[in-house]
């Protein structure tokens, strides 16, 4: 027994002086490497070692989540198939998988901190100032967590590309003794704002697409990706952040400027609402800085934002070369002037594209005036795809394309009445460069690169044949000297009060501040508001019989500011304001499937519009 029992003491201290050799060595090596790192001078030497520690750990967590992938994915049995070629047993729990990868030591985890906390020096809470790391603070906090610059060959890369699950174990464990890394709670404690960090990830829930398909970037990208991204444009509703402190902004209809201000200034004098305020205003304007950013978001960083070109662009960056992207989103960034370098890759990427109209409420909780488009994107070559338009069942499209249909053609609508959704093979209309040279032509500046155009819609091939006759047509409209204004942009002239929202009748047409709907297809008098008007439906038709000789609509808006100061703020034409003249107003919104898809009129002298119509 004493023999046995000092066995045991002697291979404790046995396995005691190992663990102490170690950690010896690991201090060593750690004094060593920080030594040299004190000693650099520059900057920039500091930084490329970083760089390197990032694609080494990055290497390393690419392997583990492959490898983890491997041992979770369950054994499916296929017949016929060998016990050879079967996919062997996995010996790793789940539960170990989940702990490697949860591990805040792991190098995963610890690639994971550093992209956090970059993400999270844009939404820093606005009372937190205090905490904001400096340079130097931040380029130390990288090197405690990454650790410091290490000699990588070509077996230490060999080895993991080769590791299986519990050689990356040791991979790991090696890597932190030898690179000086802190443990996930030494440098939690000596950099301190990393609390921060973790607070306001857990808020924003970043997510970090290079490193958490990691394996699959290493393979090239992703093969198919299929989705219906969100079609929700980023904007402050400062209406609806008040709200959640007083229901009054929210429950109060066109509340003017003024009221608006002064009653924000009374509910932000409350400590607890003005923090809670703080934070959101700092949220918003982190997510406004990151998904605008003109450098990681060139192609978007001139239009107004909205998430479904982010996960576009996204999907593009993630697909492999011969990758396939399906996507089911709306169309606005086919017809902004300002998104011509967006529509130049987008061009080059289609290869189907699909208009579909929600007229049979495909999708029954939105719409039916809602339109959308399938798309089909692959990576980048000459412009040439194939669209389809006005669809409005799956059956339409399915039997144009595989049908070579003759006799009549299809229209928007039927002779007896009623959608048209026969299919048609003509329905199919190819669109190359020559193409977009015509769409270039017909609707926008000479200026535009015919790879830029805004993109027409023609039901048939037979309408795009069409549009290229008549683009040969050098007189177009273009070319005539056509002045259009906005005229007052309806938010903007309410904050800046030019106008406001006051329902009353006037006696002159100078004061007429008119909307969409006073007007229809020839006439400025088509509907009058009632006095209240909280929707679109609170309008009444004039009898146009019984019209008297001299009239003029109520209106909801009326000038707010003095006469000198209304005309200065208005466009001029020729150096007089330019609703000096008889205009013809178009309602801004056209529905093309309508028996009306234009709806102008001509408006008088003197009278204003917001910018819902536009005027020649």
Not at 385 to 408: C, D, H, K
């Amino acid at each position: 027994t004493e023999a046995l029992f000092g066995g045991e003491i002697q291979q404790i201290d046995l396995a005691e002086q190992a663990r102490r050799a170690d950690e010896d060595r690991r201090r060593k090596a750690e004094k060593e490497l920080r030594r040299r790192t004190v000693r650099r001078a520059s900057q920039e030497e500091r930084l490329i070692a970083l760089a390197g520690r990032v694609e080494r750990l990055w290497a390393i967590a690419a392997r583990r989540l492959e490898v983890s992938e491997q041992e979770a994915s369950r054994r499916i049995e296929v017949w016929g198939v060998p016990d050879a070629l079967q996919a062997p047993p996995s010996t790793v729990t789940r539960e170990r998988i989940e702990n490697a990868l949860a591990d805040p030591d792991s190098m995963y985890q610890r690639l994971r901190t550093v992209m956090n906390a970059w993400c999270a020096l844009s939404f820093w809470p606005l009372d937190r100032r205090h905490e904001l790391p400096d340079w130097s603070e931040w380029l130390a906090t990288l090197e405690d967590i990454l650790g410091l610059d290490s000699v990588q060959t070509v077996d230490s890369e060999r080895l993991v590309d080769q590791a299986g699950f519990d050689d990356l174990d040791l991979i790991e464990r090696t890597e932190r003794a030898e690179t000086g890394m802190r443990s996930s709670v030494e440098f939690q404690v000596l950099h301190p704002w990393l609390a921060t960090v973790r607070e306001i990830t857990e808020k924003e829930g970043f997510f970090h697409w290079e490193l958490d398909f990691a394996q699959v970037f290493t393979r090239g990208g992703f093969a198919l990706q299929v989705g219906n991204p969100p079609w929700l444009k980023v904007s402050w509703k400062d209406n609806e952040l008040l709200a959640e402190e007083d229901p009054w902004f929210c429950l109060e209809d066109r509340i003017p400027a003024a009221e608006f201000k002064e009653r924000r200034n009374e509910v932000l004098r409350d400590e607890g609402a003005y923090s809670r305020y703080l934070a959101e205003v700092s949220s918003a304007a982190g997510q406004s800085v990151v998904l605008g950013d003109s450098i990681d978001h060139a192609l978007l960083s001139s239009l107004q934002l909205n998430l479904y070109p982010l996960f576009m662009e996204r999907t593009w960056r993630s697909t492999s070369e011969n990758g396939i992207v399906g996507l089911l989103h709306p169309e606005g960034h086919f017809m902004d002037p300002k998104a011509g370098n967006l529509r130049e890759v987008v061009y080059r990427r289609l290869r189907r594209h699909w208009y579909f109209e929600n007229e049979a409420s495909l999708f029954e909780e939105v719409d039916h005036h809602t339109s959308f488009s399938v798309n089909i994107y692959g990576s980048s070559r000459e412009v040439a795809f194939i669209q389809a338009v006005g669809l409005q069942i799956i059956r339409t499209l399915e039997e144009s394309l595989v049908e070579s249909r003759f006799g009549e053609k299809p229209g928007i609508q039927l002779r007896e009445g009623g959608w048209d959704r026969r299919p048609h093979s003509a329905r199919i209309v190819r669109v190359d460069n020559s193409v977009l040279g015509v769409w270039g032509r017909l609707i926008d500046d000479s200026s535009v690169p015919a790879s830029q155009a805004r993109l027409m819609r023609p039901l048939l091939q037979d309408h795009q044949d069409v549009l290229t006759v008549l683009a040969q047509n050098s007189a177009m409209s273009g070319t005539w000297g056509i002045r259009v204004s906005r005229c007052w942009d309806e938010k903007g002239a309410k904050v800046d009060g030019t106008m406001s929202w006051e329902s009353a009748i006037q006696s002159s047409w100078n004061e007429v501040i008119l909307q969409g709907p006073h007007f229809y297809v020839g006439t400025p008098f088509a509907k009058n508001p009632r006095e209240v008007v909280k929707h679109n439906s609170d309008y009444d038709p004039w009898d146009l019989e019984e019209l008297p000789e001299f009239c003029i609509p109520r209106t909801n808006y009326q000038p707010a500011v003095a006469r000198e100061q209304y005309e200065a703020r208005i466009d001029r034409w020729n150096g007089v304001p330019s609703w000096g003249y008889w205009r013809v107003a178009v309602r801004r919104m056209t529905v093309p499937g309508l028996v009306r898809s234009l709806v102008p009129a001509l408006i008088p002298v003197g009278a204003a519009h917001v910018h819902a119509c536009q005027r020649e």
